[in-house]
C-alpha cells in the first residue's frame, strides 16, 4: 500500500522559470491538501482540493499560484515565474473520502530552491 | 479565527525523563486533534487522532490526551530515538488542517 508520492524530491529553479511538483495521494483518497514549510518554522497550509474541485484556496497567494487535481492523474502545485523568497518545503497529504475523511497523510516533499 | 499554539517550542531532555508537550487550540467546532512527528527533512508522520474531550490514545512511549482547549502529547522514558519534531494540529468541520508551529524535541542519552 504504497503512500503518498510527491515528485520530485529536490527542484532547482532559476529566477523567472516555472516549477512543477506532482502529488500522487494514497489509493482510494480523493482529498489533497498543499502546504508549504520554511526551515525551522511550521506548515502553512496552501490549497484544499477534491477530484477536479478547489475546495479551499485560502492559502494561495493571489499571483503565479496554481493548484489542480484532475479525474485522473496527480495532483500538480505549478508556480510561474520563481523567486528566491519560493524557497522551501512544499509538502502534499492527502485523506479519504466521506466519513473516514479525518486523517491526512503526508509525502516525503518537495524541496524546492530557486538560484 | 481558527488557531493553534504550542509549547514549549523546543525541549531537551535526558534518555528516561520523562514530560509532557501542550498544544492549545481555538476553532470554531473541532472535527478531530492530530499529532505527527517530523523528522528533519522528511515528511510529518501520522501519530493519533483525538475527536472528543476525555480521549486517549496510546502507541509505545507516547500518549496523547484532548481537553476542550488544549491536547497534550506525554513521553514516558524518552529514547534518542524519539528526538523529532511533533506536530500538532486542528481540524474544524468542513475545513483543512490548522498546525501549530511544532515543539522540536531532543532526547540526550
Known amino acids: 500500500n504504497a503512500g503518498v508520492m510527491q515528485n520530485p524530491r529536490h527542484l532547482v529553479r532559476r529566477r523567472g522559470q516555472e516549477a512543477r511538483l506532482r502529488c500522487s495521494p494514497m489509493?482510494?483518497?480523493?482529498?489533497v491538501y498543499w502546504y508549504r514549510q520554511l526551515p525551522e518554522e511550521g506548515l502553512k497550509f496552501m490549497v484544499y482540493l477534491q477530484k477536479e474541485n478547489i475546495i479551499d484556496e485560502s492559502g494561495m497567494p493571489k499571483e503565479r499560484f496554481s493548484a489542480e487535481f484532475p479525474k485522473e492523474g496527480p495532483s500538480i502545485l505549478r508556480i510561474q515565474q520563481v523567486v528566491r523568497g519560493d524557497s522551501a518545503a512544499y509538502f502534499c497529504?492527502?485523506?479519504?473520502?466521506?466519513?473516514?475523511?479525518?486523517?491526512?497523510?503526508f509525502g516525503q516533499g518537495t524541496r524546492l530552491t530557486v538560484v | 479565527e481558527d488557531q493553534v499554539t504550542q509549547s514549549p517550542e523546543a525541549l531537551r531532555l535526558q534518555e528516561g525523563e520523562s514530560s509532557s508537550l501542550n498544544c492549545s487550540y481555538t476553532v470554531s467546532g473541532l472535527r478531530g486533534l492530530f499529532w505527527y512527528r517530523q523528522d528533519p527533512g522528511k515528511g510529518p508522520e501520522f501519530l493519533f487522532t483525538l475527536y472528543s474531550a476525555g480521549e486517549e490514545k496510546e502507541k509505545e512511549r507516547l500518549k496523547a490526551t484532548l481537553t476542550k482547549k488544549e491536547s497534550f502529547l506525554h513521553i514516558t522514558a524518552p529514547k534518542p530515538e524519539d528526538s523529532a519534531t511533533y506536530l500538532c494540529?486542528?481540524?474544524?468541520?468542513?475545513?483543512?488542517?490548522?498546525f501549530g508551529p511544532g515543539t522540536r524535541l531532543s532526547v540526550l542519552p
Open positions: 497529504a492527502s485523506s479519504p473520502p466521506g466519513p473516514l475523511n479525518t486523517e491526512a497523510f
Open positions: 494540529a486542528a481540524r474544524p468541520y468542513g475545513q483543512n488542517f490548522v
Open positions: 489509493k482510494g483518497h480523493s482529498h
